[in-house]
């Protein structure tokens, strides 16, 4: 991988590590406040850490070897990247939508709109775990 792609590839694994963490953090906070997502929450957290474990380690990866990955799977992670961070960015805007009141708490309204996006929520998890999956391939492939 030529030098300027390899800076572009680690500049969007920081960046996506960036919105995983966010992400989690107000996944968190949703949970503590509203009992009844809680199970739904903890199981898109646990999946958003370890989507976060493997891109910490294609950042590491990245940083020990820029200049000799091979082309190809260079291609399959920039692609496999442009994803993963669209999706991260329609996750952090489905967190960021649960507004608070001036208490802190979640806004019943907030709470509603929760509850009638859970579909959109399982189908996010869906798609985490095909992100999972194509960066472990990824990292498969590299190790192999």
């Given at each position: ?16 590590i960036d919105v995983v963490t ?123």
């Open positions: 991988m030529d030098p300027i792609t390899a800076v572009g590839a680690l500049g969007a694994v920081v960046g996506i966010k992400t989690i953090s107000g996944l968190r906070e949703v949970g503590a406040q509203y009992k009844d997502a809680e199970l739904g929450v903890i199981g898109l957290v646990s999946q958003l850490t370890a989507l976060r474990a493997a891109l910490s380690k294609i950042r590491q990866w990245m940083d020990s070897e820029p200049t000799e990955t091979h082309y190809q799977l260079a291609m399959d992670l920039g692609n496999t990247l442009s994803c993963c961070g669209m999706l991260m960015e329609k996750l952090e805007s489905e967190v960021i939508r649960l507004q608070r009141s001036a208490d802190g708490k979640l806004s019943a309204r907030s709470k509603l709109k929760f509850a009638l996006n859970g579909k959109s929520i399982e189908d996010l998890q869906g798609m985490v775990g095909h992100q999972m999956d194509s960066l472990n391939v990824l990292l498969n492939s590299y190790n192999m």
